[in-house]
């Protein structure tokens, strides 16, 4: 028998009834050539349990991440009701995920690890955490702080606050299997300040590690301008340089983690972004309806930081890594 196929095919089981995916719907499996056979099976045969009219669609896989995937996929894609994403790189940032969407169909991205598939599904509990927390960023004014000289400003503007919980239900819905996060993407100029990083970084697609010590990042006018500290700090100004797209260094969207099940520690970016009351920054491509952000690029980093603290309009919501 395949390793784990049991435990991955319960997952997907408990991940398509919390899609409430209908036996007359129509549903995508869309992978490539370097995924897990394992993984696609469960997915595959789990859909095929409900009874819904289930398609594989398996392309070549590419090198790095936000590459469109093959219009014959997009197309059978954009037709389907449901798609699951188990594509190896993820491509959330370009316009096939736009025209998916924005056909009606709901599409959840399977890009975490088998661990977390198996440990972290979609559930009622999470989903409640998620709608109680997530609505704390609506406001204006987001100040993210910390002891070790985070001092950080964002407007929100008209951008909504985009949360996570691994399902999707509605039409047009986009998520990611194991995230749960709550983001809004600032204005492209409405970011202010200075960022310590001390948690994990995700400078895709393999250079993704924990900072041994704090990397100092200044961002004016919205854009990084500088980055200092040590060798990680090297490798981090390397990245941007080895990209050249300035718009690399744009903000692309901040929030926070809500789940307590989340490992700071796993070697998984899902677990990184979901760590409760971690800090998520990004910069780079932002472009997708979710959003409603305007930068393309083909770069994304994300950056996690432990131990801050977040007022929104003046009242504190989250502080030294703990909800309030």
């Avoid at 972290?120 to 100040?143: C, F």
């Avoid at 996060?181 to 250079?207: D, K, Q, R, S, W």
Wanted: charged share 20%; with cysteine.
């Amino acid at each position: 028998m395949k390793s784990h196929y049991i435990e991955l095919f319960t997952a997907a089981v408990q991940t398509c009834r919390a899609c409430k995916i209908k036996p007359e719907e129509k549903v995508v499996v869309y992978s490539d050539t370097s995924k897990n056979e394992t993984l696609v099976d469960a997915f595959y045969n789990a859909s095929v349990a409900t009874g819904a009219e289930t398609t594989l669609v398996i392309s070549k896989a590419y090198k790095v991440p936000l590459q469109d995937p093959p219009p014959v996929a997009v197309a059978a894609m954009e037709s389907a009701d449901i798609v699951f994403d188990l594509a190896t790189q993820p491509w959330l940032y370009t316009e096939s995920t736009n025209r998916i969407t924005g056909s009606g169909t709901r599409m959840l991205q399977v890009l975490a690890d088998e661990n977390s598939v198996i440990h972290r599904p979609p559930t009622e509990e999470i989903s409640s955490r998620a709608d109680i927390l997530a609505p704390k960023l609506s406001g204006e004014t987001i100040h993210i702080f910390s002891d070790l000289g985070t001092d950080f400003t964002v407007k929100r503007g008209e951008r909504p606050v985009h949360w996570q919980d691994g399902r999707v239900i509605n039409p047009g819905d986009w998520d990611s299997l194991a995230v749960v996060v709550a983001a809004f993407a600032p204005p492209e100029t409405e970011a202010e300040g200075v960022i310590m990083l001390n948690g994990p970084i995700y400078l895709g697609p393999n250079l993704n590690f924990h900072v041994d010590n704090p990397v100092r990042f200044v961002v004016k006018k919205g854009r990084i301008v500088e980055i200092t500290g040590g060798k990680e700090a090297k490798i981090i100004n390397h990245y941007f340089d080895d990209f050249g797209d300035p718009n690399a260094k744009v903000i692309a969207h901040t929030g926070f983690g809500m789940d307590p099940r989340a490992d700071i520690w796993a070697a998984d970016i899902g677990n990184w972004e979901s760590y409760d009351g971690g800090i998520n920054v990004a910069f780079g491509g932002n472009n997708v309806s979710q959003l409603q952000g305007k930068t393309a690029c083909r770069s994304h980093i994300d950056m996690i930081l432990l131990e801050s603290s977040i007022t929104v309009d003046g009242t504190l919501i989250l502080e030294n890594g703990k909800f309030i």
